[in-house]
């Protein structure tokens, strides 16, 4: 049985790990308080979280406020840009838009950790258009900035060299994006979004996934890093999420 009822300790192990959203299902609530909304009870064991809803609709400055007020002072938010920046202008002539975005999350303060970029699969490396973009993303914002391309183009040399002279990090995802095999780092941090796998959204991983993953994290030295589990049509990415916590503590 999973015994989580403590957070992470930042100091000794400060993984940024989470899940895609803070639903608590009836089934994992055991190691949570029973008293608080889902996030106060979310943010007392697990120290980030990723909010995807931001990609399909805008949420009030307010909300955002009131989401940082619910968790501690070290808890992180990582927020994804909205689709209308990434599939809808294919981030051309979007300034106005991320300039709003911007300035709904700037209400999460301090918590903001990071802006996460998915791009559609259909859109290819352009690199005038990439390097535009990403200068403006990083005046809009002064956090981590992960870029999860799903476009083969954007994995080779020209495009990782502008993440990297830009900040930007690539993200690891699974199943992976783009070609088949390991992924050249842009950053020192990585973000890794687990997907689920073999059906995605749906699988639960393994114990031996959990403790490969574990074991890499530890030998790598995961300070500022984040891994969320976004497998969560199923129930799994909480319980994914707790067993991964606690190995790292092991």
């Known amino acids: 049985m999973l015994c989580c009822n403590k957070r992470m300790n930042k100091r000794t192990h400060p993984l940024y790990l989470g899940t895609a959203g803070w639903s608590i299902s009836s089934a994992a609530a055991a190691p ?3 008293e608080g909304s889902h996030l106060q009870r979310y943010g007392s064991v697990l120290n980030s979280v990723e909010i995807n809803t931001s990609f399909y609709r805008p ?4 909300t955002y406020a009131r989401w940082a007020d619910s968790v501690p002072d070290d808890f992180r938010f990582s927020v994804k840009l909205p689709r209308q920046i990434t599939h809808e202008l294919r981030l051309t002539q979007c300034d106005a838009e991320l300039a709003r975005f911007a300035g709904e999350v700037g209400h999460l303060g301090d918590k903001l950790g990071c802006v996460l970029v998915q791009l559609p699969p259909s859109l290819r490396f ?13 005046q809009q914002f002064g956090v981590m900035l992960a870029l999860e391309a799903r476009h083969a183009s954007w994995f080779g040399e020209d495009a990782t060299a502008l993440l990297r002279e830009r900040h930007v990090t690539r993200v690891r995802a699974d199943p992976p994006a783009g070609p088949p095999g390991a992924h050249e780092a842009t950053t020192e941090l990585a973000y890794i979004r687990l997907h689920g796998s073999p059906k995605i959204y749906y699988s639960s991983y393994t114990d031996a996934f959990l403790e490969e993953l574990a074991a ?3 030998q790598k030295n995961a300070a500022g890093s984040w891994c969320i589990f976004d497998n969560t049509a199923s129930g799994a990415a909480l319980f994914n999420t707790l067993a991964l916590q606690q190995l790292m503590h092991t």
Do not use: G, I, N
Request: charged share 15%.
């Open 32 to 34: 949570f308080p029973p």
């Open 59 to 62: 949420h009030q400055p307010a």
């Open 126 to 138: 352009d690199a005038a258009v990439a390097q535009e973009f990403l200068t403006r993303l990083r």
């Open 216 to 218: 890499s994290l530890h």
